[in-house]
């Protein structure tokens, strides 16, 4: 499966952006798809993951309250809808496709090529 992430930008502290994962190919309804980010001098982490028909999700804490995770299974979307941001959300953001739920990057075997969140305080 491809993906390609899009809605990324730069907003002041307190706003929100919906971010968007398209996803071409076989299997896309066979994954869990998860959302990831990167921050400079930092490890990849974990956000939030949801299952194959979208009907169960799973979030960090750190995403927990301000992010919603979403599929549209006829349109092969993935979105995650952030909220309240804050100049520590500030990376570039990764949509990606595993067989099982996970938070480990090395679980996902598809990824995205990022799309960046700027917030300004």
């Known amino acids: 499966v491809q993906l390609v992430e899009s809605g990324g930008g730069l907003v002041q502290a307190g706003g929100s952006l919906l971010l968007s994962c398209a996803a071409s190919?076989?299997?896309?309804?066979?994954?869990?798809m998860g959302w990831f980010r990167k921050a400079p001098g930092k490890e990849r982490e974990f956000l939030a993951a949801i299952n194959q028909t979208g009907t169960n999700a799973y979030y960090a804490d750190s995403a927990k309250g301000r992010f919603t995770i979403s599929k549209d299974t006829a349109k092969n979307m993935v979105y995650l809808q952030t909220n309240s941001l804050q100049p520590a959300d500030t990376a570039v953001y990764y949509c990606?496709?595993?067989?099982?739920?996970?938070?480990?990057?090395?679980?996902?075997?598809?990824w995205g090529q990022g799309t960046q969140v700027t917030v300004s305080s």
């Open positions: 990606a496709a595993a067989d099982w739920m996970a938070v480990i990057p090395s679980m996902y075997h598809s």
């Open positions: 190919g076989r299997g896309f309804n066979d994954y869990v």
